[in-house]
């Protein structure tokens, strides 16, 4: 995509992102001088030996080096950066591995489960899986998460007082690959939705949310470790552009992937293009937790009851549109000032998305019930639901 075409509309089209701008930015080299403290560099990714260095994280001014070194990677060098060996408790892994299939077993019991961008049944998924060990098995939970190395890598990307999540994945023999996409936030949006946001936005999207993952198990390339598309963050249209066949074509072709091991993490920047691999192995479980960890930022200053205001606002709302007293600018501004329109954060085991890569957001559901001409006591058990959903 042009400069003078972003200036001219300010906003991003799928239609006009560049394949070969795209290929130009991807085909750029690591600079070693750009990770002066990394073990190596392999397939354009930096590999930190942690281990070796682990005494940097206990002085102010090695710590803020490395965490520097580290932004700089996810921002305009490769996007992805291992680190080896992040958490080196081993039984503190299989401690944590042993509770979350228990988690597995019980929620395939109770209602089965859904995952983004794979086939259905190939994946086990846990959401929430931070607090679910924190409850299950709080002193695990404290050993698994004591990583000096891993909450620098945060802070990094985030600064501090930065707020963790955590999803835990698991690949079986045969489980087939993911679609190569970006992720939150823009990245869990429908295309025609993500077109909605100016490009500004779509710039400001992977700074909000650092992507990561904790290995569980030795994983070979065989069993299908992330793929990663090396310095495709920088390509700032690409929220728009990952959904193009060509653009996945590309990835397909361009990929890389790094074997890890047991307590080796890596983290990314969550517009790098990616996808986990197809499990080509007879034995290996691919166990991998995902974390997504958000800025503290993103959160309005007042705490407001939209719920409330919405079931207050919905009958007086439905009677000026439908008596005509609203034009329909007016009438989407008045739902944009009242309910909530964003559909995270929420407890996926019994939100799921729907219809898309999020659940139906409270605004969307008072202007879908209005303009149905929904009934308002069923409007309001609606909502009711909806909240019940979204609590942790």
């Not at 002066?36 to 354009?44: G, H, L, R, S, V």
């Not at 679609?179 to 936005?201: C, N």
């Amino acid at each position: 995509m042009k400069d003078q075409q972003i200036l001219a509309s300010g906003y991003y089209d799928a239609q006009l992102c560049d394949l070969g701008e795209f290929a130009a930015l991807v085909s750029q080299r690591q600079d070693p001088a750009n990770a002066p403290n990394a073990a190596t560099i392999e397939k354009n990714i930096p590999i930190y030996d942690i281990p070796a260095i682990a005494s940097q994280f206990a002085r102010h001014d090695k710590r803020r080096e490395l965490m520097a070194e580290w932004a700089a990677i996810l921002q305009r060098g490769a996007g992805v950066f291992v680190l080896k060996q992040a958490q080196p408790d081993h039984a503190a892994i299989d401690a944590a591995t042993a509770v979350y299939g228990q988690i597995i077993n019980i929620e395939k019991e109770a209602s089965g489960g859904a995952d983004h961008f794979a086939t259905a049944g190939s994946n086990d998924r846990i959401w929430n899986a931070l607090q679910k060990l924190c409850t299950a098995a709080p002193d695990t939970f404290i050993r698994y998460f004591a990583s000096p190395a891993m909450d620098a890598a945060s802070e990094a990307w985030l600064g501090p007082n930065y707020q963790m999540t955590a999803q835990i994945n698991v690949v079986h023999p045969g489980g087939k690959a993911q679609s190569a996409h970006r992720d939150y936030h823009l990245g869990f949006q429908t295309a025609e939705v993500g077109a909605t946001y100016p490009a500004h936005v779509h710039d400001l999207s992977p700074l909000m949310t650092l992507q990561g993952g904790l290995a569980h198990c030795d994983m070979s390339v065989e069993s299908g470790p992330t793929k990663f598309l090396p310095f495709s963050q920088l390509y700032r249209p690409g929220y728009m552009a990952w959904r193009r066949d060509d653009f996945r074509a590309y990835f397909e072709e361009n990929y890389v992937q790094l074997p890890l091991q047991k307590g080796d993490a890596l983290f990314f920047n969550p517009a790098l293009f990616h996808a986990a691999g197809e499990n080509r192995s007879s034995d290996i479980h691919r166990m991998v937790n995902l974390f997504q960890v958000s800025s503290p930022f993103g959160r309005a200053m007042e705490s407001v009851d939209r719920r409330a205001m919405c079931k207050t606002l919905s009958a007086p709302l439905a009677a000026a549109w439908q008596s005509g007293d609203l034009e329909e600018e007016q009438f989407n501004a008045v739902i944009a000032a009242t309910a909530e329109g964003y559909a995270f954060p929420t407890n996926l085991d019994r939100d799921p998305p729907a219809d898309g890569l999020a659940p139906e957001s409270q605004a969307a559901l008072l202007k879908r019930a209005i303009l149905s001409n929904m009934p308002n006591r069923e409007l309001h058990a609606l909502f009711d639901q909806q909240s019940s959903r979204r609590r942790p």
